[in-house]
């Protein structure tokens, strides 16, 4: 499976404290993969880097054979999205919100329409369009953002914590959403859910406290990970 991505060495600070430290892995094209981690280990942080939505302070991200810096690539920007934790969604319609990125992009009517509607019922919100975003259920609400960041059809996918706070009706759709994008788009995910990641990953990276201690298989990682604290984590055991 060919690399889209290249994380060398990436470390982050926020003055003295470290969020990151000397993480380095590869992303396959196609793939699913699940970057688990209790809260604060800096899977969010991570993501953004991947994003260019905030630099690294050391390390480099490498995109067909280019190093990414931070708000300057406009081509690798418009072929990546990232959906947040917190949905954030305009005080619009539905049809609105997932149409905002075909619109700036200079879409025709008639290709936004299409898009967006397609966008919809890929996340069973089909004839929602006219509804206000704001009056919908949370999980209503993040299932909108999902298709907003799916409409553009990018090449890479970034999902922080896309179950979070939901009922299990809502997380089975996003999960076959996620799945049903394997090998059309690739899809990296943070989530401390184990549960989510067992289900719909290829691969597992596990991060703590900044430093990716292991990654493999879902299986490998699930069943037999190479690190301690992988399997103490997975155990839900403290360190």
Known sequence: MATILKLKKIGKKYDEKTVLRN?????????ILCIIGPNGAGKTTLLRIMALLENSSNGEIVHENKVLKVYDDVNYRKRVTMAFQQTALFRKTVFDNVAYGLKIRGYSK????????RALESVNLGGFGKRKAKKLSGGEQQRVALARALVTEPELLLLDEPTA?????????????????????????ATHNLFHAHRIADRVACILDGELIDIGTTKEIFSHPKDKRTKKFIRGEFF
């Open 23 to 31: 993480t380095s892995f590869d992303v396959k094209k196609g793939e």
């Open 110 to 117: 008639d290709e936004v329409k299409k898009r967006t509607e």
């Open 165 to 189: 706070n939901l009922d299990p009706a809502n997380i089975s759709v996003v999960e076959d959403l996620i799945r049903n994008l394997k090998g059309k788009t690739t899809v990296v995910v």
